[in-house]
């Protein structure tokens, strides 16, 4: 069957998909209320309102960073406003950028990437959240960070309240104070765990590997994490 036929010219299926496997499903370009708007639509969208946002745009995928103040406001206009629909939060994830000079090789057996340099006077916690239009079928991503030695940012679970055990998962792992939280305690580690493992000051060890440097880092119970942490 062509698409032509298949799909009305709001995209949702024609008599002639009646009855058929998958005929709830909207056509590419559309979402369950109406066309999707492109990344350029979605940008023009939010700086309208927002107009002092920085974006940008990588292999199809848009960012825009938003600072901590702003975060709850930002994030309730992209789920109320009519254009953009964001009705659903489908992640939330975090990234550690530590302070000082820090060189990544290059890596041709793995990624691929080059070798690069990046320096910081100040450690962020980056925090990424992607916002998803199940009516309109598109999706962008706001990027906020926060100082990773007081990393704290509002909490959106009275946004969107899936937000809930994701919060509790970056705080878990990075140490993200978020206010206004329900219930903010740890998700994935012991109650007593000491520290944050995702942060890349965190200490590795626990295995016995043979470092270029001849380091060692014993396993945890042969050393005191707290004096490590701490």
């Known amino acids: 069957m062509s698409g032509s036929t298949a799909y009305d010219p709001d995209g949702m299926p024609g008599p002639e998909m009646t009855g058929r496997l998958g005929t709830t499903l909207p056509a590419p370009g559309h979402g369950t209320a109406g066309a999707s708007l492109t990344n350029d639509q979605l940008r023009e969208r939010v700086l309208a309102r927002f107009p002092g946002l920085r974006v940008d745009e990588h292999r199809g995928e848009l960012t825009i960073f938003v600072e901590p103040d702003q975060l709850v ?38 990624t691929g990437w080059p070798e690069y340099r990046v320096s910081r006077e100040q450690g962020v916690i980056e925090v990424d959240y992607v916002l998803r239009s199940v009516r309109r079928n598109h999706w962008l991503r706001l990027s906020v960070g926060t100082p990773d030695d007081a990393a704290r940012l509002p909490s959106v679970t009275s946004i969107y309240p899936t937000a809930n055990f994701h919060e509790r998962e970056v705080y878990d792992m990075f140490g993200v104070e978020f206010t206004g939280h329900p219930n903010l305690i740890r998700i994935l580690m012991p109650d007593d765990w ?30 005191n994490l707290r004096e490590v942490v701490e």
């Open 194 to 223: 000491l520290g944050h493992p995702q942060r890349k000051d965190y200490p590795l060890g626990g295995v016995e590997i043979d470092y270029e440097n001849d380091k060692f880092i014993p396993p945890p119970h042969e050393r």
């Open 73 to 110: 406001e930002v994030m309730t206009f992209c789920r109320d406003d009519e254009e953009l629909a964001c009705e659903l939060l489908s992640d939330l994830s975090g990234v550690h950028w530590p302070a000082g000079d820090h060189v990544i090789e290059r890596q041709i057996s793995t």
